[in-house]
């Protein structure tokens, strides 16, 4: 596991803290029922912060599990650092 990838874990935590850590990485919208549009926009927000990556919701929007989440957040750092 590398860096990004526990914080974000810790971004998963803070927004889902009824979530088992270890059911995080397989985390999605169709296996947590609080990943709801408001979870949804209070985790994208969140991970803008952790981060320091400017964030476009609709780059999101496509993001429903934990592992598309990951993707997302590795390219806009990587962009970012570019």
Same mark, same amino acid.
Request: overall charge negative.
């Given at each position: 596991m590398d860096?990004?990838?526990?914080? &974000? !874990?810790?971004?998963?935590?803070?927004i889902f803290p009824d979530l088992d850590p270890n059911a995080?990485?397989?985390?999605? =919208?169709?296996n947590t029922?609080?990943?709801?549009?408001?979870a949804q926009v209070? &985790? !994208?927000s969140l991970i803008g912060e952790e981060f320091g990556i400017d964030i476009d919701?609709?780059?999101?929007?496509?993001? =429903?599990s934990?592992?598309?989440?990951l993707q997302v957040?590795?390219?806009?750092v990587a962009n970012a650092r570019a």
């Open positions: 860096e990004t990838y526990e914080r &974000l !874990v810790r971004c998963f935590e803070r995080i990485p397989g985390a999605n =919208t169709k029922a609080a990943w709801d549009s408001i209070t &985790l !994208v919701f609709e780059e999101f929007e496509e993001a =429903t934990f592992d598309a989440v957040v590795r390219a806009r």
